[in-house]
């Protein structure tokens, strides 16, 4: 994950958080298995639903629109800290390219 930093304002600034696919895979697994445990689909128990029959099933855009509810935040939190940053609001998140 890259994270730069744009200074705006005397108290506002612009970070630019790009992540890969090695970076969402963690929360594009915890979704895809998320999603396992709630859906029932013949030939599969209950929880036990392979990753790519539930991209099949539902869409890879879906999983990943999911998985972006956790990874957001997440990213978010990490870039802060690591650009040692205190938010004095909350943040408005512009997402430029999946």
Do not use: C
């Amino acid at each position: 994950m890259r994270t730069t930093v744009k200074k705006l304002e005397p108290t506002k600034v612009q970070l630019t958080i790009s992540a890969d696919k090695d970076d969402l895979n963690p929360f594009l697994n915890k979704t895809r298995n998320d999603i396992a445990k709630r859906v029932n689909v013949p030939g599969f128990r209950k929880g036990h639903v392979p990753a790519r029959v539930v991209d099949a099933r539902f869409g890879y855009a879906t999983i990943v629109s999911e998985s972006l509810n956790d990874a957001i935040p997440a990213f978010y939190s990490k870039a802060m800290e690591s650009k040692k940053l205190h938010a004095m609001s909350q943040p408005q998140i512009d997402i430029k390219d999946i």
